[in-house]
Every structure is written in C-alpha cells, then in structure tokens.
C-alpha cells in the first residue's frame, strides 16, 4: 500500500483546503482510511476516519462540524475537505489506512502535507 498526499498550503483563518490521498496499490478498497495531524511539539491526533465502504465516519471534536471525510468515487482516493480553518490547524497531515476502521495505530502511512494557517 502506498499513500501519497496533496493540497497542503499556507492559507488564512476562515479559508478552506482539500487534501487528497491517493492510494496506487490498487488494494483501496480493502482499507479503512484515515486522517491524522502533528503539529510542532504535539502528539500526532487522529482528526477522521472513514470504513472501506465510506459509510461510517468519525472525527475529532475539534474538527467536527469544519472537517469532512470522504472516499472518491474514482475509488482510489480519499479527500479531507477542510473548512473555516484556524491557527490551530496548523500541522502536518498524514493520510493512513488499515484493514480495522477502530484501529488506534494504523499500519500504512503517507509522507505528510504540511497545511498552515495564518491569523
């Protein structure tokens, strides 16, 4: 499994961005697929999740209401769509995926965006 990440950027509070993970493997739909950030001296938080039917989501409370999860219909892609963004979101972001949607240590990895956010 492969994942590779886009569409970081530097943007203003109250903006929006999308991330993209796209998974070249061919084996996507076999995964459940997640978010998680890392922001300079934190832990790495996990921010969404999506099941490999793209049914069943879960998000963080602080992203829940501005964030969205969800699998591309192409069925090779998965996005972040990020809305109303704060200071706070400020992090690299890590697409991940594994086979257990309530896994709490996913076992693939992309190489991270960096997504930051001006006030």
């Known amino acids: 499994v492969q994942l590779v990440e886009s569409g970081g950027g530097l943007v203003q509070a109250g903006d929006s961005l999308r991330l993209s993970c796209a998974e070249s493997?061919?084996?996507?739909?076999?995964?459940?697929m997640g978010w998680f950030r890392q922001a300079p001296g934190k832990e790495r938080e996990k921010v969404a999740a999506?099941?490999?039917?793209?049914?069943?989501?879960n998000y963080a409370d602080s992203v829940k209401g501005r964030f969205t999860i969800n699998r591309g219909i192409a069925g090779n892609t998965m996005y972040l769509q990020m809305n109303s963004l704060k200071p706070e979101d400020t992090a690299v972001y890590y697409c991940?995926?594994?086979?257990?949607?309530?896994?709490?240590?996913?076992?693939?990895w992309g190489q991270g965006t960096q997504v930051t956010v001006s006030s």
């Open positions: 999506v099941d490999k039917y793209g049914k069943t989501t």
């Open positions: 991940a995926a594994d086979l257990d949607y309530y896994s709490t240590m996913y076992y693939y």
């Open positions: 493997s061919g084996t996507f739909n076999l995964y459940a």
